[in-house]
């Protein structure tokens, strides 16, 4: 049974967030078993934390005094007395500008390793502008690695300006840390809340709509070759659903690579099926995003990633050209010289099916 919170100023029972506790362990070099003998904490209670189930306040703040922080830095975003940043601020002027209006994810972890929660938020000062807030949280980690993070914080917003205007990549808005740099705020245009990711949860992407999806996906991803971009991490969590007219827009540029000598960010990632299998080893080029075009193109198709060997059966169930179709299966070639060389011969064939489709 679940422990309610009670709200009174003697309220006894708090609840953290599993993930700083699991990062500042890590941050300590410490075990799972050699933290639950370091902290003057019982293990049923250790083990309930990291449960998310509410401690008691007194024990909190032994934690909070191990890890050398404030009760509050530990707070989980389902205990009440969590506050999170509540705007992001204009560089010149100190003013609030943008004010959060509801979560989107309640706290998740990006690919290069981060933990952000994900946002709706709304401009103060003009009305009915919204954006999409992603705010990176910082304060589990030392000052020196808040500033070897800055590369890759602000790799989104420099993406997003080498593209431009583009209907199906993100507009950013701003990109900043906040005051103290204990977060960092990142905020694009709105585009909807809904991922293609979440779409696929539930069903399989509609064969009516498929032609178009592709053809959306594969144009963003021409947008960002022709700005000398890799995305490196194409996947159905990084493609927005606009609400307004159902295209697709691809987001979250954090870890992609910028084919001009800038530093690439870190190649240390969790595993991800949808990344081409060289990425891991640090190297990417143009054909990398088109293994995961390939997988996407799987995915949408059959609602899950399913074998190899099933993959012509599920683009022939879905309607997919046969031409196409070849071409999206040389795709998922492991080795990166047996896949087309761009997505030019791809968007020659969307655009034919796509036209087909609205006929």
Known sequence: MRREINDSPDACWVYLDQFLIERLRINKGLSRTEFL?????????????????????ATAFELATFFCCKVTDLLSLRDPRYKP??????????????????????????????YYITCRMRHRHTSNRQGRGKFYLLTALATKSR??????????????????????????????????DAGWWVIDN???????????????????????????????LQALHTAGVVFRELAPARVLICERDGSAVLTDFELSKLLDGSPSVSSEWPEDPYRAPEVDGGSATVKADLYSFGKLAVAAAAGVLVDHIAVP???NHAGVPKRLAKLMIDCL????????????????????????ATR
């Not at 019982?42 to 509410?54: D, I, M, Q």
């Not at 989107?104 to 990006?110: D, K, M």
């Not at 590369?151 to 005051?179: E, M, Q």
């Not at 709105?190 to 069903?203: C, M, P």
């Open 37 to 57: 003998k370091a902290v003057d904490v019982s293990a049923n209670t250790l083990k309930a934390a990291f449960r998310g189930e509410g401690i008691r306040a």
């Open 85 to 114: 940043p509540a705007s992001a601020v204009t560089p010149m002027t100190g003013e609030s500008e943008w004010q959060t209006e509801g979560y989107l994810e309640h706290g998740r972890l990006a690919s290069n390793g981060l």
């Open 147 to 180: 500033d070897a993070l800055r590369n890759k914080l602000a790799r989104h917003a420099d993406v997003c300006v080498r593209v431009g205007s583009h209907a199906n990549v993100a507009f950013n808005l701003t990109s900043a840390p906040i005051s103290g």
């Open 190 to 220: 709105w585009v909807g809340e809904q991922t293609l990711a979440d779409r696929l949860e539930t069903s399989t992407w509609p064969a009516a709509e498929l032609p178009r999806l592709l053809l959306d996906v594969a144009t963003g």
């Open 313 to 315: 059966s599920v683009f």
């Open 333 to 356: 070639e492991p080795v990166p010289h047996k896949r087309p060389a761009d997505l030019a011969p791809l968007l020659k064939e969307l655009a034919i099916w796509q036209k087909k």
